[in-house]
């Protein structure tokens, strides 16, 4: 565990914030100043308002977002873990100075995950030996995706190990019959509450595993200090809970229900991999699982399951049968009940240590205590490492060679491959840092700008949103994530950089980049798309029809853009509407980008279109009253 920490420390300046962190970090601070301070905004932090470097340090996420700001706004998963996180920040970044604003953030997630496989090793070994706990331990510290969440995933590594934790002195609590580990069992079962609702199928888990070892008799004793301890065990997660949530505060019942009705949105809708269902059950999971779990971990997993169905008798009241069934019901809940899940596995990494686990149990079933087979097992593990080593630092999109790495999983397009959740912006970022021209601009085609901190560039760059050009071709820089779905939301700008610019830089794992940098200048442009004039107004046409404008074209061509003009003296503002292109005038496909307000001005509708080829345009406007019926001009670019 202290190597793990140790050489993950090192390459903590690797890895970028995730999408999910910049929210939990200004909450983690706001809360955590509060706490400390009983201030509910910065306003007591001396030179708050000229933060530097120098002492007193503030960190990027202390900003206008304060306490007051999230008593009004707050909700989602609970602020704990962010708390913690801001905690680690204030010690190592503002006070000692010792690591950076980002990464003292991450080197509380890093130390946490290193945590969890320091009691996954030392439960393994308490009943099967140092050689099986050793497997257990490589187990969880060689899975790809564990180790790229220990470095910027500020949820789940984080429930993950509060989880554990609470299970496994649960599990010590119920073999050794003590009060005082079911006691520290509610502890951690309250700092996992604090973090994400996942708690809420570790007591399933603990049940149902009582219920199958026959030990109900002996845990549901009847008598009054029992049902005492009972209460004060369920009460110590809730107390947890609600004294670290000053959101809760203000009004406990109607925000608590708040926050489970934002959890039965999140966790109990529609199934988000439709494609991927037989029947009522989600494949989805179990497939993740199978393509992103290395050969070796898998082989030793099934091992350890094959040895607890073959020994079930000696199993039975031991941690193999405690582990089978922690897997299961993490699993199972997202593939038989209707839970939904995306992105990945990573809301159920809960199911990694007990793997492990079973993973050791098998090698131990394997090796049968001979050292020669100890070793090679041992030795089974260094290709993996090999592996990580060479896609640093993206494990998070690792595909093993049962789908073909993540070359196979795009041909396949299986759901979320290539997803990084941000991190592959900093290897653009680095090159960005390292090549641009002095002052240089840097945009994000589709997410917002908190998805990149604005330290991570050299002083110079100027990285701001707004500094998006389009077909204007300033000479700005355009960096995005790249996986299977990443323009199903953000329309036009990231068309735009797919269909026109030649990327001038890709981070790449299996041939596959994962994520771009554009110049968006003329001299980056595709050469197909480097050319183009106004077509002559009598070449177009138009006609209306209810909400409709259809416009025709003389011939096809390959468009950039339409500019309708129009009186705005007896009409009201456009509201929105949807843009269709065709061939023949029979054959409809809609363009991805719905008319929006940046493309309406005071007297024209400016609207671009990334290079798609056709000869009709219909515009299908939500008001007939609305200003663009009045048109008095059209003008279209197209490409030469």
């Not at 509450?193 to 149902?208: M, R």
């Not at 809970?241 to 406990?252: C, H, K, V």
């Not at 159920?348 to 070793?375: D, F, N, S």
């Not at 840092?433 to 908190?450: C, F």
Request: contains cysteine; aromatic residues 16%; positive net charge.
């Amino acid at each position: 565990a202290l190597v793990f920490f140790l050489v993950n420390l090192r390459t903590i300046s690797n890895y970028n914030v995730n999408w999910d962190e910049p929210a939990h970090f200004a909450r983690g601070q706001a809360y955590l100043h509060f706490f400390l301070s009983g201030s509910k905004n910065y306003r007591d932090l001396p030179n708050f308002e000229n933060n530097s470097s120098s002492f007193p340090r503030y960190s990027i996420y202390q900003n206008n977002r304060d306490m007051e700001h999230f008593l009004k706004r707050d909700g989602g998963h609970p602020p704990l873990n962010g708390i913690l996180a801001a905690l680690s920040n204030y010690i190592f970044y503002q006070k000692l100075n010792l690591l950076g604003d980002i990464e003292s953030y991450h080197v509380f997630i890093l130390f946490i995950s290193s945590v969890l496989l320091a009691f996954i090793a030392h439960l393994v070994k308490s009943e099967y030996g140092i050689f099986p706990s050793i497997v257990a331990i490589l187990t969880l510290a060689t899975y790809p995706s564990f180790i790229a969440e220990s470095h910027n995933n500020i949820k789940d590594p984080v429930e993950t190990t509060f989880f554990t934790l609470a299970l496994y002195f649960f599990y010590r609590a119920v073999k050794l019959v003590s009060n005082k580990l079911v006691i520290v069992a509610s502890v951690f079962a309250g700092l996992a509450l604090g973090t994400k609702f996942n708690i809420f199928f570790a007591p399933l888990i603990g049940g149902i595993w009582i219920l199958l070892t026959g030990r109900v008799r002996r845990i549901l004793k009847v008598n009054v200090g029992n049902v005492v301890f009972f209460l004060v065990c369920i009460f110590i997660p809730a107390i947890i809970f609600f004294m670290s949530w000053p959101y809760l505060w203000q009004d406990p019942i109607a925000n608590t229900l708040r926050i489970f009705g934002y959890y039965g949105n999140i966790g109990a809708g529609a199934l988000n991999q439709p494609s991927l269902l037989i029947g009522n059950v989600n494949t989805y999971p179990l497939l993740w699982i199978l393509y992103t779990t290395p050969l070796v971990t898998m082989a030793l997993f099934l091992a350890g399951v094959v040895f607890f169905i073959t020994h079930f008798k000696d199993e039975k009241k031991k941690l193999s049968y405690f582990a089978l069934v922690w897997f299961l019901v993490t699993v199972g809940r997202v593939t038989f009940s209707g839970f939904s899940i995306y992105g990945g596995a990573r809301q159920i990494m809960e199911y990694m240590p007990a793997m492990a686990i079973l993973a050791g149990v098998g090698a131990h079933y394997i090796a049968r205590r001979k050292t020669v087979v100890q070793i090679v097992i041992i030795l089974l593990f260094i290709p993996i490492v090999f592996r990580i080593v060479s896609i640093h630092p993206n494990e998070v999109v690792y595909f093993n060679p049962l789908i073909g790495g993540l070359s196979g999983a795009k041909e396949k397009n299986f759901p979320s491959w290539g997803l990084s959740l941000g991190n592959s912006y900093r290897q653009g970022v680095n090159w960005i840092n390292t090549n641009a021209e002095p002052n240089a601009q840097v945009a994000l085609v589709v997410n917002p700008a908190p998805a990149i901190p604005p330290i991570l560039f050299r002083e110079d760059i100027q990285f701001f949103n707004g500094s998006w050009s389009g077909e204007e071709k300033k000479g700005e820089y355009l960096i995005e994530t790249i996986f299977d779905n990443w323009m199903r939301v953000y329309f036009y700008p990231a068309e735009y950089v797919d269909r026109m610019l030649e990327p001038v830089y890709e981070a790449k794992v299996d041939n596959v980049a994962i994520a771009k940098v554009w110049k968006n200048d003329s001299a980056h442009t595709k050469p197909e798309f480097r050319n183009k004039k106004l077509i002559d107004s009598k070449n177009i046409a138009f006609t209306r029809a209810g909400e409709t404008i259809e416009i025709a074209l003389d011939e096809e061509a390959v468009l950039i853009n339409v500019t309708m003009y129009y009186e705005t003296d007896h009409c009201i503002p456009m509201s929105g509407g949807r843009v269709f292109i065709s061939a023949d005038g029979k054959t409809w496909g809609k363009l991805a980008q719905p008319v929006v307000e940046a493309y309406v001005h005071s007297e024209k509708l400016s609207y671009p279109i990334a290079g798609w080829s056709g000869r009709y345009i219909k515009f299908s406007l939500s008001q007939v009253e609305s200003c663009p019926f009045d048109i008095s001009n059209i003008q279209i670019t197209r490409i030469l």
